[in-house]
């Protein structure tokens, strides 16, 4: 292509990168990343855990929603792969058996990587914006902070930081009094 143009990225590109990378199709572009390092693992598996049992399954608390663990989200021409994603029952009552989902999940929970805080944080917060997706979570196990976002007007409305060994009651899942500390704890 001749004038600097850049060729779109599409779904064969994303297939063709090797497994052992998390590939995405951010406005036609490709972005690649590693496997996420211990810090990163331990607060996506920990959070994961603490709202499964409550949120998904309704063990201990008031069930209602089906969270998915990295799935691959089909949004328009855009291919994201969240740490973490939920759907209300009521919207989707049954999970469906494909590789890409096409429904926008309700609630989003990205845990921050150094060479991932600048795509979550910019493009693809906007991406769910214009998806309707009602709550987003940012963790960043770096700084010890999660901070909680709602969807006003197309628009994301911070409604809190917390930090270190925080107990929190965040959107949308405030009956779980979710204690940061795990999230961070070695």
């Known amino acids: 292509m001749g004038g600097g143009q850049r060729r779109k990225a599409t779904y064969a590109d994303l297939e063709a990168v090797p497994p052992h990378l998390v590939a995405e ?3 036609g572009e490709l972005y690649t990343s590693p496997r996420p390092a211990t810090p990163h693992a331990l607060a ?12 998904h ?6 069930g ?16 994201l792969v969240p740490d ?10 049954v ?22 805080a600048v795509l979550d944080r910019e493009k693809k917060m906007k991406v769910y914006a214009r998806e309707g997706v009602r709550h987003l979570w940012l963790v960043d196990p770096l700084r010890q902070a999660m901070e909680v976002y709602g969807l ?10 917390h930090t270190a060994q925080a107990h929190v009651h965040a959107e949308p899942f405030t009956p779980l009094r979710l204690e940061l500390g795990l999230l961070w704890q070695r």
């Open 25 to 27: 199709l951010v406005d």
């Open 152 to 161: 006003d007007g197309g628009h994301w409305e911070p409604l809190g930081t």
């Open 64 to 79: 209602g929603w089906l969270l998915l663990f990295e799935p691959e989200l089909h949004l328009g021409e855009d291919v």
């Open 57 to 62: 399954l309704g063990r201990g608390g008031p």
């Open 95 to 116: 999970m469906p058996e494909v590789v890409g989902l096409t429904l926008a999940p309700d609630w989003v929970c990205e845990v921050l990587s150094p060479s991932t």
């Open 44 to 55: 996506h598996g920990a959070l994961h855990h603490e709202l499964y049992g409550p949120f």
């Open 84 to 93: 973490i994603a939920g759907w209300r029952r009521e919207r989707m009552p």
